[in-house]
């Protein structure tokens, strides 16, 4: 069985991810660590970040570990994950996420994985597992994902909020809901709020 959580930047999808797999007892993927890798190369390397044939050769010992209560992201035996939600990385992974090449060696590790399990980013339950069946949408308005996002971040909430949003706008070609997904306004819900209306519609 494979749970797609899809939804905009900010919106809980990991937390949800993590908190729905654990109770089902599957791992979680999270697409977005693997653009935000090959961001962090990228800028590593010095390469442009809309190179795809000069990021493509710095991601042959690159490997997702789906762990349940966290995705660990490795470049051979250096653990990249403490790295990948840096300002800096946050800023560049748009044009990464734009790239074809990119998006479908990010595809591909996906699909390398065996189900049961959830995976979640923008574009999960439309192109990756299109056959997935239970889908589900994340939103919430900017202000309160901006407001959530300012407790982990040393930043104020009108500079996150306009980065998020900003962010929402360029990844806007992969991020339209699936057609079958259930769309989840999470803004009036807590975290194991979400977790619990995701549980009980895959009962
Ligand atoms: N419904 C919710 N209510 C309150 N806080 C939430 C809720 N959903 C997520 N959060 C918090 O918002 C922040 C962003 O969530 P995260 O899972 O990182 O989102 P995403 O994976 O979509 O970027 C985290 O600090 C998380 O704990
Ligand atoms: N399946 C995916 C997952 C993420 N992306 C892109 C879009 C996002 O700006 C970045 C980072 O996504 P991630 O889900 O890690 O981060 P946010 O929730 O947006 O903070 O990657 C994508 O295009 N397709």
Redesign the pocket.
């Known amino acids: 069985m494979i749970v797609t959580i899809d939804?905009?930047?900010?919106?809980?999808?990991?937390?949800?991810?993590?908190g729905v797999a654990q109770a089902l007892g599957v791992p979680y993927v999270?697409s977005?660590l693997l653009y935000r890798a090959v961001t962090l190369l990228g800028l590593t390397a010095g390469v442009d970040l809309a190179d795809a044939p000069a990021l493509l050769p710095l991601l042959g010992e690159v490997r997702l570990e789906p762990l349940a209560s966290g995705n660990r992201v490795w470049n051979a035996d250096t653990d990249l994950t403490a790295d990948l939600?840096s300002t800096r990385v946050d800023t560049g992974v748009s044009v990464v996420a734009a790239l074809p090449e990119i998006r479908e060696w990010v595809d591909a590790q996906l699909r390398a994985l065996p189900a049961p399990l959830v995976a979640?980013g923008r574009d999960m339950g439309t192109n990756v597992f299109p056959h997935a069946p239970h889908k589900f949408y994340?939103t919430?308005s900017a202000r309160?994902?901006a407001e959530?996002?300012a407790?982990?971040r040393p930043e104020d909430i009108p500079a996150i909020e306009a980065a998020l949003t900003e962010r929402d706008r360029l990844d806007t070609t992969q991020s339209a809901p699936a057609p079958d997904a259930r769309v989840i306004d999470?803004?009036p819900?807590?975290?194991?709020?979400?977790i619990d209306t995701i549980l009980t519609a895959l009962h």
């Open positions: 939804g905009v930047a900010a919106s809980g999808k990991s937390s949800v991810s993590s999270s977005g939600h979640e994340l919430a309160v994902r959530r996002r407790r982990e999470t803004g819900l807590t975290l194991q709020g979400v």
